[in-house]
């Protein structure tokens, strides 16, 4: 039994790959997105309450369809935790926050085995138990390590961070950026005033560049299906076009609105 890279397949098929944040803590849902043809998720446990029982579920839900199940954990220096997210079965995580290259080497330290880090060998659901053929040495190509650009600290070290030795990807917070920068943000918005602001277009640009320069995959929040888009033409190959709670909210009083114009009561 071989494991498999989806993120990296689909990349290499189609140029980029697309994804949604899942905060619900939902099988379901992680289900439902695999079935529609996500090529990934991430599961949200920096501002959400999923626990590790149901990340299993999720990862299950998500596999089924050949959808990558990854995961945003809440501390950034919180490395047994990453391994941990490994271990039962996470294709990759995402640490927030990341300012500096230390901070980078240690996302790297604790989801990469020797040479490039520290990762604890382990015989859980990550390798398998077992049947995943030679598991410590494709681990490391397999399993992602995502660092969020989403402080200005971050910003001005993202040259050093992109050379971290093992760091599959940078992922752009636009959200967080904005507000440290003091741009007015709005979490729930899709409107482009927020990253069409000079500041936050330099950011971006500069962020691209660094991951173009240290072959690392560049990837970017977007909120509407326009601007993610736009993204993956502007050369971002990790891309989320949405939340799953913040999409159910927005469009079920679309149409909840709707009805009740047609309705005319």
């Not at 289900?31 to 999923?50: M, Q, R």
Request: hydrophobic share 40%; aromatic share 6%.
């Amino acid at each position: 039994m071989k494991m498999r890279n989806f993120v990296k397949e689909k990349i290499a098929a189609n140029g980029y790959a697309l994804g949604a944040f899942v905060a619900s803590g939902s099988p379901t849902n992680c289900e439902l997105l695999g079935l529609n043809g996500l090529d990934f998720i991430i599961i949200d446990c920096e501002h959400a309450e999923t626990n590790t029982e149901t990340i299993v579920q999720m990862c299950r839900a998500a596999e089924m369809y050949g959808t990558a199940p990854l995961v945003r954990v809440y501390d950034p220096d919180d490395g047994p935790m990453m391994s941990r997210m490994l271990d039962v079965g996470l294709h990759g995580v995402m640490a927030p926050l990341i300012g500096t290259p230390e901070q980078a080497q240690n996302l790297v330290n604790f989801t990469k085995y020797a040479p490039l880090g520290k990762r604890g060998a382990n015989g859980g659901r990550g390798p398998r138990w077992g049947l995943y053929e030679d598991y410590i040495h494709v681990a490391n190509d397999n399993c992602l390590a995502i660092a969020q650009c989403e402080s200005i600290e971050g910003l001005e070290n993202v040259e050093k961070i992109a050379a971290t030795p093992g760091l599959d990807a940078i992922f752009i917070g636009t959200g967080d950026l904005s507000l440290e920068m003091g741009i007015a943000f709005k979490a729930d918005s899709s409107a482009s005033h927020t990253v069409d602001a000079p500041q936050i277009v330099a950011a971006i640009d500069r962020v691209l560049a660094a991951c173009r320069k240290n072959h690392v995959i560049p990837g970017i929040v977007t909120a509407s299906a326009e601007d993610a888009a736009r993204r993956i033409r502007q050369g971002f190959q990790f891309v989320t076009c949405m939340n799953d709670l913040g999409f159910f909210r927005s469009r079920s009083a679309q149409h909840i609105n709707t009805v009740r114009e047609l309705a005319g009561k």
